[in-house]
C-alpha cells in the first residue's frame, strides 16, 4: 500500500496589495511543532507562539537534473521566507502611516498548514544551510522558524486577517468538541 503524501505548508503575504515576493509553498511533516499560549492578565488575552524547524533539500531535483535546481539550488525558497520576513516591516510602517492617515489595509501573513490558515507575524529566522553545489549556492538548509499568531486588536480593520483568525479559532473549537464526544 502506498504511504500517503505529505501535506504543504505555506507563509504568503495576504495584502491589499500585489505581493513583492511568491508565496512559499513547502512539505510540511516536522518532526516536532512547538505552540506556546500564553495568558495575560493586564490584556486580558492570550498570545500564541508557533516554532517548527523547516528543511529545505534540493537534492531530489538535482538527481533529476531540474535546471531551476541545478543554477540555484534552494536559494530562491530561502530568499522568500527572508523577503516575507522584511515585506512584514514594510507592511509594519505602513500600518503606522495607515494608522495615522486612518487608511485600514489588510497586509498581514498567512501560515497555512493541513486545513488551519493563521495570520501571523515572523518573529525569527535561524537558518542553517549545510550542503552547497559547486556554485557555493545552498541545496539544503534547515530554518528554525518562529511565529506568531496576530491577535485581534492587530488586525483591527483587516477583515479578511479576522475572518483567518476566527476560523483558525472556531476550527480548535470544534476539534474541543469531537474530543469531548470520544473515548480516548
Known amino acids: 500500500m502506498p504511504s500517503p503524501a505529505i501535506l504543504k505548508g505555506g507563509l504568503s503575504y495576504a495584502g491589499s496589495r500585489p505581493p513583492a515576493v511568491p508565496p512559499l509553498v513547502f512539505q510540511f511533516n516536522p518532526e516536532t511543532m512547538t505552540r506556546l499560549q500564553v495568558y495575560s492578565e493586564q490584556a486580558n488575552a492570550v498570545t500564541e507562539s508557533i516554532r517548527f524547524e ?8 538535482l538527481e533529476r537534473e531540474v535546471p531551476a535546481v541545478l543554477e540555484n539550488g534552494i536559494y530562491p525558497q530561502l530568499a522568500v521566507i527572508e523577503e516575507l520576513m522584511a515585506q512584514q516591516r514594510k507592511t509594519q510602517r505602513r500600518h503606522w502611516v495607515g494608522w495615522l492617515f486612518s487608511s485600514n489595509k489588510t497586509d498581514f501573513l498567512l501560515f497555512t498548514y493541513g486545513e488551519r490558515n493563521i495570520p501571523v507575524k515572523i518573529q525569527r529566522l535561524n537558518i542553517k544551510e549545510s550542503l552547497h553545489n559547486n556554485q557555493l549556492k545552498p541545496i539544503y538548509a534547515k530554518v528554525d522558524v518562529a511565529l ?8 483591527r480593520g483587516k477583515v479578511a486577517g479576522r475572518v483567518a483568525l476566527e476560523a483558525y479559532k472556531q476550527y480548535r473549537h470544534l476539534k474541543a468538541l469531537i474530543t469531548k464526544t470520544q473515548n480516548l
Open 54 to 61: 523547516l528543511v529545505l533539500n534540493a537534492v531530489e531535483g
Open 148 to 155: 506568531r499568531v496576530l491577535t485581534e486588536r492587530e488586525l
